[in-house]
């Protein structure tokens, strides 16, 4: 897929506004990643440039960091703006939904083995995905939840850190769950 149809993609993806920062700092990602499959020096150091200023201004301005390193998938959504760290290594499959907040990172200096978000991962305002987790297909991250272990497909994560609620409970069974992963009453 070229550049720009990744871009357009992207763009109706983030409801047809090209003025969203998390719009912005995809677009900014699947520029540094095309700039480093140009073949010629000439080339490449002055696209290399432009997308320095152009991540530098996504990290700065709008508190969203994704190095060109990090994998993105396609239909990836960043809903809101402000402190969303991606960890280089740190992979994102299609058409999860990242919100304010989110950390994907490493639990320990000098170890690179960061999380990997499956198919449609929704995660929530300030989660915590540290360490090398992987999320499951359809998986929710709970606002605020600290992810340090495995989330199979279709669970739910909740809480610090985070317990997992399978998929087949009904709403009273997940309130429960919730309670007792929490300790406290809903």
Known sequence: MSLFAQIAEDW???????????????????????????????VRAPMSMIYRAMYRRCRNVYGIEIPQTARIGRRVVFEHQ??????????IGDECIIRQ??????R????????????????GAGAKILGPVRVGNRATIGANA?????????ATAVGVPA????????ARARSWASVEASGRPA
């Open 12 to 42: 109706r993806s983030h409801g047809r506004d090209w003025t969203r920062p998390g719009f912005r700092a995809v677009a900014t990602h699947r520029f540094g990643q095309w700039r480093q499959k140009l073949r010629w020096k000439i």
């Open 163 to 170: 317990r997992i609620i399978p998929r087949g409970l009904d």
């Open 108 to 123: 320990r200096a000098n170890v690179q083995e960061a999380p990997i978000l499956a198919i449609g991962v929704d995660v």
């Open 146 to 154: 600290v992810v340090l272990c495995d989330v199979p497909d279709g």
């Open 82 to 91: 402000g402190g969303i760290v991606i960890h280089p290594d740190a992979v």
């Open 101 to 106: 907040g989110v950390t994907l990172g490493v």
